[in-house]
C-alpha cells in the first residue's frame, strides 16, 4: 500500500536580507501508516522547516521551489488554503517543543480541548468526557478536578501532556512532533516518549518525530531519516541506521556519541569543521567542507540518493565507488 505522506524533491528557500537561503534541497521522504519515523540533524539542518512545511505553518518568507506532498494521495502544496487548514486538528495534527505554542493561555484546558473536537461527532457533554478520558490517559492526575484550570497552572511537563492529550484527541492519521521533549528533564523524557510510543500503537497513527536526541529516536521511530544542511543524507530502517550507517555524516554523529544510543545521550554531539553556508552555490557534496573521506568528485558533483539496501538509500559518492569496486 502506499504511504500516508509522500514528499517528493521538496525545495525551499528563505528570503532573507542576506539573500536566499536553501533551507531544504530535494528533500524526498515517506511516511508509512503507522509507522515513526524520526528526523535527526544538528541545529539549522531544516527539521523544523520540513515539519512546518508539513504542517503549512510556514512563515510569510517562505518559498517552496518546487517539490510535492502527498497526504492521503492527495497534494498539500497543492491544495486549496481552507481545505488545507480543515486538515489540521483533524487528519493532521501537530505538538510543539513549547506547549504554550499550541495552548491558548487565557482559557481553561476544558474549553480548548472541547473546541478541538469540532470535527467529531457527540455532545459537549460526551466530548467533555473524551477529554478527561485522555487527560487521565496521559497521565494528569485526577482529570476532573484540574480540567477547568489554566495551562500555566500546570508545570511545563503537565503542559506537554496537556498537548499530547489535545493533539491525540481528533485521532489524526498524521502527528508532527517538533522536539516535544527537548524542554524537558530527562526522567520526564523518557515517560513522555513512551506515552507516544503506546498512543501511538492503540490510534494507528503515524509520527513525524523531529529530535535531537538519538536515544528518543532509537526508542520511539521505525524509520529514520538523517537531515545535513537541507538535505536528507540518508534514510533507512531504525535498525540500519544505527548499526550500519552510510554516510559519513551519520558515522560521525554516531561515532561521537560513545554509548551509541546510550540514554544518557541528551544531544547530538557537534561534528568539527565548519557549517556550509546555506547561501552558497549548489554545487559539490554539502557534507564536502567537514567530511574526512572527500574526494575530487566530491567537489564538483551533488552525489545523488544511492541503495544500499531494500529500505536504505543514502547520498555519498563512496556507495557509488564501492559499487565500481565491487562489480
Ligand atoms: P534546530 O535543531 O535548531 O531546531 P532545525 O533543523 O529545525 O534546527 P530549521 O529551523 O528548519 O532548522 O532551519 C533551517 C535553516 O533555515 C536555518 O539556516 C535557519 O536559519 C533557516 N530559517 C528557518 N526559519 C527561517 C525564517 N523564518 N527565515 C529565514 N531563515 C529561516
Ligand atoms: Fe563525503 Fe564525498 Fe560522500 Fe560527500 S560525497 S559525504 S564529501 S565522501
Ligand atoms: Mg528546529
Same mark, same amino acid.
Given at each position: 500500500?502506499?504511504?500516508?505522506?509522500?514528499?517528493?524533491?521538496?525545495?525551499?528557500?528563505?528570503? /532573507?536580507?542576506?539573500?536566499?537561503?536553501?533551507?531544504?534541497?530535494?528533500?524526498?521522504?515517506? $511516511?508509512?501508516?503507522?509507522?515513526?519515523?524520526?528526523?535527526?540533524?544538528?541545529?539549522?539542518?531544516?527539521?523544523?522547516?520540513?515539519?512546518?512545511?508539513?504542517?503549512?505553518?510556514?512563515?510569510?518568507?517562505?518559498? $517552496?521551489?518546487?517539490?510535492?506532498?502527498?497526504?492521503?494521495?492527495?497534494?498539500?502544496?497543492?491544495?486549496?488554503?481552507?481545505?488545507?487548514?480543515?486538515?489540521?486538528?483533524?487528519?493532521?495534527?501537530?505538538?510543539f517543543?513549547d506547549p504554550m505554542t499550541a495552548l491558548n493561555p487565557v482559557r481553561t484546558i476544558e474549553s480548548q480541548m472541547?473546541d478541538i473536537?469540532?470535527?467529531?461527532?457527540?455532545?459537549?457533554?460526551?466530548?467533555? /468526557?473524551?477529554?478527561?478520558?485522555?487527560?487521565?490517559?496521559?497521565?494528569?492526575?485526577?482529570?476532573?478536578?484540574r480540567i477547568g484550570a489554566y495551562p500555566h497552572q500546570f508545570s511545563g511537563?503537565m503542559r506537554q501532556?496537556v498537548c499530547?492529550?489535545m493533539?491525540?484527541?481528533?485521532?489524526?492519521?498524521?502527528?508532527?512532533?517538533?522536539?516535544?521533549?527537548?524542554a524537558?528533564?530527562?526522567?520526564?523524557?523518557?515517560?513522555?516518549?513512551?506515552?507516544?510510543?503506546?498512543?501511538?500503537?492503540?490510534?494507528?497513527?503515524?509520527?513525524?518525530? $523531529?529530535?535531537?536526541?538519538?536515544?528518543?529516536?532509537?526508542?520511539?521511530?521505525?524509520?529514520?531519516?538523517?537531515?545535513?544542511?537541507?538535505?536528507?543524507?540518508?534514510?533507512?530502517?531504525?535498525?540500519?541506521?544505527?548499526?550500519?550507517?552510510?554516510?559519513?555524516?551519520?558515522?560521525?554523529?554516531?561515532?561521537?556519541?560513545?554509548?551509541?544510543?546510550?540514554?544518557?545521550?541528551?544531544?547530538?554531539?557537534?561534528?568539527?569543521?565548519?557549517?556550509?553556508?546555506?547561501?552558497?552555490?549548489?554545487?559539490?557534496?554539502?557534507?564536502?567542507?567537514?567530511?574526512?573521506?572527500?574526494?575530487?568528485?566530491?567537489?564538483?558533483?551533488?552525489? $545523488?540518493?544511492?541503495?544500499?539496501?531494500?529500505?536504505?538509500?543514502?547520498?555519498?559518492?563512496?556507495?557509488?565507488?564501492?559499487?565500481?569496486?565491487?562489480?
Open positions: 500500500s502506499r504511504p500516508l505522506l509522500e514528499i517528493r524533491d521538496l525545495n525551499l528557500d528563505f528570503g /532573507t536580507p542576506r539573500g536566499r537561503i536553501h533551507a531544504l534541497r530535494n528533500v524526498s521522504l515517506d $511516511v508509512p501508516a503507522g509507522q515513526v519515523v524520526g528526523i535527526v540533524g544538528e541545529s539549522g539542518s531544516g527539521k523544523s522547516t520540513l515539519a512546518y512545511t508539513v504542517m503549512g505553518l510556514l512563515p510569510e518568507s517562505a518559498d $517552496v521551489k518546487a517539490g510535492s506532498i502527498l497526504f492521503e494521495g492527495k497534494d498539500l502544496l497543492k491544495m486549496p488554503a481552507p481545505a488545507r487548514r480543515s486538515l489540521l486538528g483533524d487528519r493532521l495534527s501537530m505538538i517543543q472541547i473536537q469540532h470535527h467529531e461527532q457527540g455532545s459537549r457533554s460526551e466530548k467533555r /468526557t473524551r477529554a478527561l478520558e485522555m487527560l487521565h490517559r496521559v497521565g494528569i492526575p485526577d482529570p476532573q478536578s511537563g501532556r499530547i492529550a493533539a491525540l484527541l481528533v485521532k489524526p492519521a498524521l502527528l508532527v512532533a517538533d522536539e516535544p521533549t527537548t524537558l528533564d530527562a526522567t520526564l523524557e523518557v515517560q513522555i516518549i513512551h506515552l507516544l510510543k503506546d498512543l501511538q500503537k492503540e490510534i494507528g497513527c503515524s509520527i513525524l518525530f $523531529v529530535s535531537h536526541h538519538l536515544g528518543a529516536v532509537a526508542e520511539l521511530c521505525d524509520r529514520v531519516a538523517v537531515m545535513f544542511a537541507g538535505e536528507v543524507v540518508e534514510e533507512g530502517a531504525v535498525r540500519d541506521i544505527f548499526h550500519n550507517p552510510a554516510h559519513p555524516y551519520t558515522r560521525a554523529l554516531l561515532e561521537c556519541d560513545p554509548g551509541r544510543i546510550k540514554k544518557s545521550t541528551r544531544t547530538l554531539p557537534t561534528i568539527p569543521g565548519e557549517v556550509p553556508s546555506l547561501l552558497g552555490s549548489k554545487e559539490g557534496c554539502i557534507f564536502r567542507t567537514r567530511c574526512p573521506q572527500a574526494f575530487n568528485r566530491c567537489l564538483q558533483e551533488n552525489p $545523488v540518493e544511492y541503495r544500499i539496501g531494500v529500505d536504505h538509500v543514502a547520498r555519498c559518492h563512496l556507495l557509488d565507488e564501492e559499487r565500481l569496486v565491487s562489480a
